[in-house]
């Protein structure tokens, strides 16, 4: 069953009826479209710095439309989970500076003074340039093959695998306020450095994509 990953931002998560903290994000890799770590604000008692922990670590989601997620096991796996400082995505861009490029060590940049040919060469080491963040893709533009046509509205993702199977699409253009679905192996490429994601279709053919169901 696909579920919204926007509706889990701020969901509890649990462990032996003890709350753990809430789902801040959640990092993906592009090139498969799996779900590596979910981000989470961890509750005082267990530490002030947001941890990451993989959906292995959680038992499997409920089909009855309750959010929230229960961690399998102790509390031991929080105390061990790496902090998001260590796999910080490359492309994550911050709320307060939209378009600030993340360095490494605390240092940003104005992606706008930086040359776009010196910005595609650079070197990020320590940093994963597969790495994604589902709250930055949301409010990308989609980029047709001829035309934009709309912003993503939501990422699906099977409860299952983990697996994001298709983008939520709110059309722009001619028949407003509506919802497509974008399978995400459409996708050909997501540019941070444009906020856009490129879809291996027409806008005409995308606007006859499978409507997402609401209500």
């Known amino acids: 069953m696909m579920k919204s990953l926007k509706q889990q931002f701020g969901c509890q998560i649990q462990a032996r009826g003890c709350d753990i903290g809430t789902v801040e ?21 267990l530490g002030e710095r947001p941890i990451l922990l993989p959906p292995e670590s959680f038992a499997p989601a409920s089909d009855d439309g309750r959010r929230g997620l229960t961690l399998r096991g102790e509390t031991a796996a929080v105390d061990n989970a790496p902090t998001f400082e260590e796999y910080r995505p490359l492309f994550l861009r911050p709320s307060a500076a939209p378009r600030l490029l993340y360095l490494g060590g605390g240092e940003f940049l104005w992606a706008e003074s930086v040359p776009r040919a010196a910005w595609r060469s650079r070197t990020w080491s320590g940093e994963d340039p597969h790495l994604r963040s589902v709250r930055e893709i949301i ?25 994001i199977g298709a983008l939520c699409l709110a059309l722009s ?24 994601v490129e879809v291996e279709a027409t806008c005409s053919e995308i606007e006859h994509f499978e409507p997402f169901p609401q209500g």
């Open 139 to 163: 409010g990308y533009s989609i980029q047709g093959s001829d035309c934009r046509i709309g912003r993503v509205r939501d990422l699906l993702v099977n409860g299952q695998n983990w697996k």
């Open 173 to 196: 253009r001619r028949a407003r306020n509506q919802l497509r679905l974008i399978p995400a192996d459409k996708v050909c490429c997501l540019s941070w450095f444009e906020a856009t």
């Open 25 to 45: 994000d959640f990092l993906f890799d592009d090139r498969t479209w799996r779900i590596r770590f979910l981000v989470v604000d961890p509750e005082p008692r």
